[in-house]
């Protein structure tokens, strides 16, 4: 459900928070009051491109924001983070639009810049308006299709059609990639035998190159280290100026020191101690220049090593563990391709299994759809019926395909004949922008308990709407309220009384500007706003009011 609406600086309004609350809600107000602001602003945060003569004037930007509750908020999650979008939090939706006079529209979801192509994506499973230029997801046939199966309860059947035909699809992929031409068969051939003997032949271990490359790096350095070593242990215990000569004098002069004072002995203690460090550091030395391996025959070899190091990994992946798995991945396609005839035999009965499965899900599909079919197309002519199409003609027509598609074995399409004598026709074809939205307020009233859109907005389907008709509209739209939120932009005092909540738009000027405000209504305010659409405000225009309100 919509939570709240901001909008700042579109049109008439200056600045406006709109909180309308749960179930169904109408919005009423003059003629060119600008309820019509309400729409537009919905319809910005839902992904329509801005036009920037809706700023108002005298501002240099216009911002939209509006945060929802979203159903199924898990699923949501899992596709805003496919988009690389943040999450919703503490289970609240958050769009916002801007655009200014200068310069590029920007678009937000969650704090997360985004595209007007995914907010769009978004707004579509978000919410549905109807009324003139609406954004309607009924008129797509594939959301027909989803309400069809959704009725029959048929879901968890068409995922399993769904997955079949994915899977038989991959299958007749890898099919075709096999029996492809000879001549291409026989080159991929031979590039993979190469592949693979490259790599077999390194007898790679995946760990093995840091090691490599430091025994390298230190055989490749072994002259230079080796003098290092020579220099240091000549100065420190080789030379007759060396380290272990001097202190061995200091040595003497503190053994002196302790003859006339004993207490000093603890400065040849720790001269001691220091000699026995010096003579492990020499002894650590010598056995780290005896160990450097200065072989040329040793070095080239670690070099050659390291060379095809990265000559493998140039060709094959970034490390030798990738080196590896693109090995093993080579001489698997190569055994399929040596044993093709095999390969290919196993693939067309694989084919053959996955066709007659998929098949016999998408015959029960086919027979759910085709008894629910008539079902959904008698609820929905029940509830036209109570909206004035007293001949209309309502139907779901199931049409067979050549070939099974990823829904199935049939299109379906719901088609619509307000009066008799007319041919049927596709919703989408329906010109009038008030039958289609009382079409769809009936399909909404039989399928209240599958559609998942969470918000509904009707803009003004009450054109030439009047009497009982009306009554039957404010009762369908509070039907269909109690499974999620409904907000009715209505001149039709019948439906506005019907409604938990009433927001009255009034236009005002003030300060030299005009300017467009949303009010609630309750009580005897709302009373007298029912009284005002009745057309007066005398005593039994009010008595009237009180009476709608009352039902």
């Known amino acids: 459900m919509l939570v709240s609406l901001r909008i700042r600086n579109l049109a008439l309004v200056e600045e406006l928070e709109w909180q309308p ?10 003629t060119g009051s600008g309820k019509s602001i309400i729409v537009g602003a919905l319809k910005l945060v839902l992904g329509e491109r ?31 983070e496919e988009q690389g979008i943040e999450p919703c939090e503490d289970g609240q939706l958050i769009v916002k639009r801007a655009f200014a006079s200068a310069g590029t529209n920007r678009q937000f979801i969650n704090g997360s810049a985004t595209t ?16 003139p230029h609406d954004h309607q997801s009924l008129l797509s046939i594939e959301r027909q299709l989803d309400l069809l199966d959704s009725f029959a309860g048929a879901e968890a059947l068409r995922e399993k059609y769904a997955e079949q035909y994915r899977a038989l699809n991959r299958t007749i992929a890898e099919h075709a990639e096999l029996a492809g031409s000879e001549a291409a068969l026989e080159r991929e051939v031979d590039l993979l035998r190469h592949q693979v003997n490259e790599i077999e032949a390194a007898h790679l ?9 430091a025994r390298y790096h230190t055989a490749s350095n072994g002259k230079r280290l080796l003098e290092l070593c020579s220099g240091a242990l000549g100065r420190l215990s080789e030379s007759d100026d060396s380290a272990m000569v001097r202190l061995n004098e200091v040595g003497k002069v503190l053994r002196d020191l302790e003859r006339v004072d004993p207490a000093a002995k603890r400065f040849s203690d720790t001269l001691l ?18 160990d450097l391996d200065l072989e040329p025959a040793a070095l ?21 563990a990738e080196v590896i798995t693109f090995g093993e991945a080579a001489a698997e396609r190569l055994r399929k391709i040596e044993s093709r005839g095999e390969e290919l035999n196993r693939l067309e009965s694989e084919i053959a299994a996955q066709r007659k499965a998929m098949l016999d899900t998408a015959r029960k599909l086919s027979a759910k759809r085709g008894t629910t079919a008539p079902k959904l197309a008698a609820a929905v002519t029940a509830h036209l019926r109570d909206l004035g199409f007293k001949k209309s003609d309502f139907s779901v027509a199931l049409a067979s395909v050549q070939e099974p598609g990823p829904h199935g074995m049939e299109s379906v399409e719901f088609v619509f004949a307000p009066n008799p004598g007319e041919p049927a026709k596709p919703l989408k074809a329906i010109a009038s922008s008030g039958e289609i939205s009382r079409v769809m307020l009936a399909v909404k009233s039989a399928l209240a308990t599958q559609d998942t859109i969470a918000l509904l907005v009707f803009d003004e389907i009450d054109a030439n709407v009047g009497g009982e008709i009306a009554h039957a509209v404010g009762a369908k739209m509070k039907a269909v309220a109690a499974e999620r939120q409904v907000l009715a932009i209505t001149h039709l005092p019948q439906v506005a009384a019907a409604a938990r909540s009433q927001f009255v738009v009034t236009k005002e000027f003030t300060g030299g500007r005009t300017v467009s405000s949303l009010t609630a209504v309750e009580g005897a ?26 039902g």
């Not at 179930?23 to 003059?30: K, P, S, Y």
């Not at 271990?205 to 490359?213: C, L, P, Q, R």
């Open 205 to 213: 271990i995946a760990d093995e190159e840091e090691e490599t490359v």
């Open 21 to 30: 609350g749960p179930g169904f809600v109408a919005i009423t107000g003059e």
């Open 300 to 320: 080239a070899e670690l070099e050659e090593r390291v060379s095809l190091f990265e000559t493998l990994k140039r060709k094959y992946g970034g490390t030798l």
């Open 50 to 80: 801005a036009d920037k003569s809706l700023i108002r004037s005298g501002a240099e930007s216009c911002t939209v924001e509006a945060v929802f509750h979203p159903p199924e908020v898990k699923k949501l999650n899992a596709w805003l």
């Open 116 to 131: 007007l192509n995914v907010l769009k994506e978004l707004g579509d499973g978000l919410v549905d308006l109807h009324g």
């Open 525 to 550: 305010a709302r009373a007298e706003e029912i009284a005002r659409m009745l057309g007066g405000k005398g005593s039994s225009a009010l008595a009237h009011a009180k009476t709608l309100l009352a």
């Open 273 to 290: 101690r220091g000699l026995a460090e010096i003579e492990d550091l020499v002894s650590g030395l010598s056995r780290y220049a005896e």
